[in-house]
């Protein structure tokens, strides 16, 4: 920190990647960020899974643990290299949270056999069930799109022999009748969650695939994607980027009354819209609300408590990560400052016959 002969504050600053780096304008306090400089949180607490257990999903190079998600803190570093070592470690998971820009999930794992392993890491890359694959009981599933992309893969273990309905001890097996009794709907629907594809039991492709299925085999059942949802944006103004709670906006009418929360959203054709129940990112959604022209938005002009005319104007700040609903809405939140004078909104634009607000949930 400097302080200049005028009394101008200025802060030395480094980007967690270290790529940016140099003095930047404070304010006039050395006890308040101002202008160019706000504080922020990049980790958000999040919930604790219903199961604590876990283990690595996918043991390996990528996706291990750290002493904090990288990029949340300066110099960030990984507490370990390869978790291959320690594919068969019980993991308990301690704290969870989310980075505040992507809206990504991670997890604080504790690894009692090797506490030197213990740390920050992805929630996709930890798994409730360890990988015990047995060649003599156990079949492989890989779900697939028609074109060979491989979406969700699992584990059917302890399966029965069709010949005896009793466990199977040989690998090559035959369990076709066991897995049909599995490898129901409600299986499927549980495993893609938040993929955006559907398994039909059903299927001609699929029930062969089933029938013809050996112990120590990987099966192939294949996956449609789902139809696209239309999802709604509920937008919040909050007091900084570090909450996720906030003030609900609504969409200005003219018949209204314009106030601190009555936004006058702009008319678009566009909407939110992907593979129902398919996940999205932050970055997905801040992506819509950049390219449709919504990272700033205005109320028209209103009186405040001293009778002066004025206007909030939002901008964005963050977003969360979801997925794809006619049901749930997406959530956005911006900064609001007032403004005074005519607000830029007074006068509205002309949109085009198909477009419409209804983007906003």
């Given at each position: 920190m400097a302080k200049t002969n005028k009394g101008s504050v200025y802060y030395k600053i480094v980007s967690m990647n270290g790529k940016y780096r140099g003095y930047i304008y404070g304010g006039k306090s050395t006890t308040t960020f101002a202008d160019?400089?706000?504080?922020?949180?990049?980790?958000?607490?999040?919930?604790?899974?219903?199961?604590?257990?876990a283990y690595f999903a996918k043991p390996g190079t990528a996706n291990v643990t750290?002493?904090?998600?990288?990029?949340?803190?300066?110099?960030a570093s990984k507490q370990v290299k390869n978790t291959t070592?320690?594919?068969?470690?019980?993991?308990?998971i301690t704290k969870a949270a989310t980075k505040t820009r992507e809206g990504s999930l991670y997890y604080y794992v504790e690894d009692a056999t090797n506490p030197s392993v213990s740390g920050w890491i992805y929630s996709g890359a930890v798994t409730a069930t360890?990988?015990?694959?047995?060649?003599?009981?156990?079949?492989?599933?890989?779900?697939?799109?028609?074109?060979?992309?491989?979406?969700?893969?699992?584990?059917?273990?302890?399966?029965?022999?069709?010949?005896?309905?009793?466990?199977?001890?040989a690998t090559g097996t035959a369990v076709g009748k066991d897995v049909k009794t599995k490898a129901t709907n409600d299986w499927g629907k549980a495993?893609?969650?938040?993929?955006?594809?559907?398994?039909?039991?059903?299927?001609?492709?699929?029930?062969?695939?089933?029938?013809?299925?050996?112990?120590?085999?990987?099966?192939t059942l294949f996956v449609t994607k789902n139809t696209n949802a239309d999802t709604k944006i509920s937008f919040y103004g909050v007091s900084s980027d570090l909450s996720q709670q906030g003030t609900p906006l609504t969409v200005y009418t003219t018949n209204k009354t314009a106030d601190a929360t009555t936004v006058a959203f702009p008319k678009l054709s566009a909407s939110f819209t992907g593979a129902n129940d398919a996940a999205y990112t932050a970055n997905d959604l801040q992506s819509y609300l950049t390219a449709n022209g919504l990272t700033t938005l205005d109320t028209p002009s209103y009186t405040d408590?001293?009778?002066?005319?004025?206007?909030?104007?939002?901008?964005?700040?963050?977003?969360?990560?979801?997925?794809?609903?006619?049901?749930?809405?997406?959530?956005?939140?911006?900064?609001?400052?007032?403004?005074?004078?005519?607000?830029?909104?007074?006068?509205?634009?002309?949109?085009?016959?198909?477009?419409?607000?209804?983007?906003?949930g």
């Amino acid at each position: 920190m400097a302080k200049t002969n005028k009394g101008s504050v200025y802060y030395k600053i480094v980007s967690m990647n270290g790529k940016y780096r140099g003095y930047i304008y404070g304010g006039k306090s050395t006890t308040t960020f101002a202008d160019g400089i706000q504080s922020a949180n990049t980790m958000t607490d999040a919930a604790l899974p219903a199961n604590t257990t876990a283990y690595f999903a996918k043991p390996g190079t990528a996706n291990v643990t750290w002493n904090a998600p990288k990029y949340t803190q300066y110099k960030a570093s990984k507490q370990v290299k390869n978790t291959t070592p320690f594919a068969k470690d019980t993991l308990k998971i301690t704290k969870a949270a989310t980075k505040t820009r992507e809206g990504s999930l991670y997890y604080y794992v504790e690894d009692a056999t090797n506490p030197s392993v213990s740390g920050w890491i992805y929630s996709g890359a930890v798994t409730a069930t360890q990988d015990t694959f047995d060649a003599k009981t156990d079949v492989k599933v890989q779900f697939k799109t028609t074109d060979g992309t491989l979406v969700k893969e699992t584990t059917l273990a302890g399966l029965k022999a069709d010949s005896d309905s009793k466990l199977s001890t040989a690998t090559g097996t035959a369990v076709g009748k066991d897995v049909k009794t599995k490898a129901t709907n409600d299986w499927g629907k549980a495993l893609l969650s938040g993929t955006g594809y559907t398994y039909a039991a059903g299927d001609s492709v699929n029930v062969a695939a089933v029938s013809a299925a050996k112990t120590g085999d990987t099966i192939t059942l294949f996956v449609t994607k789902n139809t696209n949802a239309d999802t709604k944006i509920s937008f919040y103004g909050v007091s900084s980027d570090l909450s996720q709670q906030g003030t609900p906006l609504t969409v200005y009418t003219t018949n209204k009354t314009a106030d601190a929360t009555t936004v006058a959203f702009p008319k678009l054709s566009a909407s939110f819209t992907g593979a129902n129940d398919a996940a999205y990112t932050a970055n997905d959604l801040q992506s819509y609300l950049t390219a449709n022209g919504l990272t700033t938005l205005d109320t028209p002009s209103y009186t405040d408590k001293s009778g002066a005319k004025v206007y909030t104007e939002y901008t964005f700040s963050s977003a969360l990560a979801g997925n794809y609903s006619t049901t749930k809405n997406a959530k956005a939140f911006y900064t609001s400052p007032v403004k005074t004078g005519a607000s830029p909104v007074d006068t509205p634009k002309e949109a085009t016959t198909t477009a419409n607000t209804n983007y906003v949930g």
